[in-house]
């Protein structure tokens, strides 16, 4: 982990006595807990942060970190809150462990919320919902690229062969599908952590491709498109 760089070094300038806690999900127990704060001290803004700010604002006044520990098993969490100009806005993050490896930014709200859901339903422990929530993802996933008769698996069959997904990608799609019919139908069938983070794995490769990465290859097209006429 990169320490944030500031003009002066940090250092700390309380150790927490008043139970203070931050709430985290820790990766290890696999749920929300409340994370014991132990220590805390002030850093300058680093430049990462100002690409974050709202447009009216004009910058940062202070960065607080937060150092934490999981109650049950010792896992390090590391929060920064940090306070805008001149509106006083405060913004908050976890800085380790990192929360969520999907970036949600320019995702189709239907899709959003089918893999928020999944994710909350994983960081829960409720593996049966995640893989769920990951089926019914995958049908938001159908209907918005223009596949809305039949079933899921006719769906997604017509989509690879009309090239719209790659066979990897209807590969991994196709199992989503499965597991979550199982999950749903099959009263014997237990899904377990591993299924299930698989599952959001898979889902988050899926999503990333069609949703984030093509559009962003769009633009870096075209953007190379307009360079080579100069």
Same mark, same amino acid.
């Given at each position: 982990?990169?320490?944030?760089?500031?003009?002066?070094?940090?250092?700390?300038?309380?150790?927490?006595?008043?139970?203070?806690?931050?709430?985290?999900?820790?990766?290890?127990?696999?749920?929300?807990?409340?994370?014991?704060?132990?220590?805390?001290?002030?850093?300058?803004?680093?430049?990462?942060?100002?690409?974050?700010?709202?447009?009216?604002?004009?910058?940062?006044?202070?960065?607080?970190?937060?150092?934490?520990?999981?109650?049950?098993?010792?896992?390090?969490?590391?929060?920064?809150?940090?306070?805008?100009?001149?509106?006083?806005?405060?913004?908050?993050?976890?800085?380790?462990?990192?929360? *969520?490896?999907?970036? /949600?930014?320019? =995702?189709?709200?239907? @899709?959003?919320?089918?893999?928020?859901?999944?994710? !909350?339903?994983? $960081?829960?422990?409720?593996?049966?919902?995640?893989?769920?929530?990951?089926?019914?993802?995958?049908?938001?996933?159908?209907?918005?690229?223009?596949?809305?008769?039949?079933?899921?698996?006719?769906?997604?069959?017509?989509?690879?062969?009309?090239?719209?997904?790659?066979?990897?990608?209807?590969?991994?799609?196709?199992?989503?599908?499965?597991?979550?019919?199982?999950?749903?139908?099959?009263?014997?069938?237990?899904?377990?952590?591993?299924?299930?983070?698989? *599952?959001?794995?898979? /889902?988050?490769? =899926?999503?990333?491709? @069609?949703?984030?990465?093509?559009?962003?290859?769009? !633009?870096?097209? $075209?953007?190379?498109?307009?360079?080579?006429?100069?």
């Amino acid at each position: 982990m990169v320490l944030p760089v500031c003009q002066e070094p940090m250092k700390p300038e309380h150790h927490a006595m008043n139970n203070e806690t931050i709430a985290g999900f820790c990766p290890r127990c696999n749920r929300i807990v409340a994370a014991e704060v132990r220590a805390w001290a002030h850093g300058q803004p680093t430049a990462d942060l100002f690409d974050r700010l709202d447009p009216d604002q004009e910058g940062l006044r202070w960065v607080k970190y937060k150092l934490a520990f999981c109650p049950a098993c010792g896992q390090v969490f590391l929060q920064r809150t940090y306070t805008s100009e001149p509106s006083d806005f405060c913004y908050e993050e976890m800085v380790y462990p990192k929360q *969520s490896k999907l970036p /949600l930014a320019g =995702l189709p709200d239907e @899709v959003r919320r089918g893999y928020e859901s999944a994710l !909350s339903c994983f $960081e829960t422990g409720n593996y049966e919902p995640c893989v769920i929530m990951c089926r019914k993802c995958l049908e938001a996933v159908s209907t918005l690229l223009g596949e809305t008769k039949g079933s899921l698996e006719k769906r997604l069959t017509r989509l690879r062969d009309e090239g719209t997904i790659e066979p990897k990608l209807y590969s991994w799609a196709d199992e989503l599908r499965l597991i979550g019919n199982e999950a749903t139908h099959d009263f014997q069938r237990r899904i377990s952590k591993d299924d299930a983070h698989d *599952s959001l794995e898979f /889902l988050e490769a =899926l999503l990333l491709y @069609v949703f984030v990465l093509d559009r962003r290859f769009q !633009s870096f097209r $075209e953007r190379r498109k307009g360079e080579s006429l100069d």
